[in-house]
């Protein structure tokens, strides 16, 4: 009977630790990120020079370097799933990914489903229109008396320019009537490239990306909006924001981040 007990209690040794190990899963844990091997990163990865795909069809860009560095601090091994914009924060608040970083701001909606962490770059929402335009500025949307003019303009999908334009005129938008949504900022400059629509209102470096590789496009010298981009985390998942917010201080302090905003955009 003492065999019996003896290897019944070896037996349940064996299966509670195998039940630990299962229980560790491919992303972190809400309660010590280093248990676990992997930080999964989602993006979106066609937003240059933030995130992209370069010609070997490896991730490369600003987010996807620093990310690289936070899993390397945290001692982990860091995962890029590239996924819709709309996406990301669904999926990091339902422990789908451990974090998203796609040159994503901070906003009051955002914050209702998730944390943020501090900031570690500035955005500036721009407006691409075609040569000659009669659009000169963002007041150009609008009427004499206020009122929106017969205009269509193209957004990412979910992204700060569909968030902001997409409002009332009160707020600062035009409303949704006028804003035409697509599923990457490449397929609305595409769309302005055919005159589908009239002007595009997408971040200033990957605008400049899009003009550049498309003739007859120009950006607006008056930027629509500034902004800052953060790392999005679940809001239960304390200790990993704590750990993200620690290596970002790390990072800025000895000016890896500047150098390697500096490596993708210059002064």
Not at 64 to 69: K, S
Not at 118 to 126: F, N
Not at 174 to 193: C, F, R
Not at 228 to 244: F, G, H, P, R
Request: hydrophobic fraction near 40%; charged fraction near 20%.
């Amino acid at each position: 009977m003492k065999k019996i007990i003896k290897i019944s209690a070896v037996i349940l040794a064996l299966v509670m630790a195998l039940g630990s190990l299962c229980a560790c899963g491919n992303g972190t844990s809400t309660e010590n990120p280093s248990k676990t091997e992997k930080l999964v990163m989602a993006t979106n990865a066609s937003f240059p020079p933030y995130e992209y795909v370069d010609d070997s069809g490896a991730f490369a860009g600003i987010d996807v370097e620093i990310a690289g560095l936070i899993a390397e601090k945290l001692g982990l091994t860091l995962e890029i799933q590239d996924v819709e914009f709309g996406s990301i924060i669904g999926g990091v608040q339902a422990g789908k990914f451990d974090i998203g970083m796609a040159g994503m701001t901070v906003t009051d909606e955002r914050l209702q489903s998730v944390n943020f962490s501090t900031s570690y770059a500035t955005g500036i929402q721009s407006i691409i229109v075609p040569e000659g335009s009669e659009i000169k500025s963002f007041d150009d949307f609008f009427n004499a008396d206020g009122t929106v003019k017969n205009i269509k303009v193209g957004v990412q999908q979910d992204t700060t320019g569909d968030i902001y334009l997409s409002d009332t005129v009160d707020n600062g938008g035009v409303g949704s009537d006028h804003v035409i949504q697509y599923k990457t900022g490449n397929d609305a400059v595409q769309a302005l490239v055919t005159g589908k629509i009239d002007a595009v209102v997408i971040d200033n470096e990957p605008a400049k990306s899009y003009v550049a590789s498309n003739e007859g496009l120009v950006i607006l010298d008056t930027a629509y909006t500034e902004e800052n981009y953060a790392i999005c985390v679940a809001k239960e998942n304390t200790d990993l924001l704590e750990s993200i917010n620690d290596a970002l201080a790390q990072l800025t302090a000895d000016g890896t981040i500047d150098a390697i905003i500096e490596k993708y955009i210059g002064a």
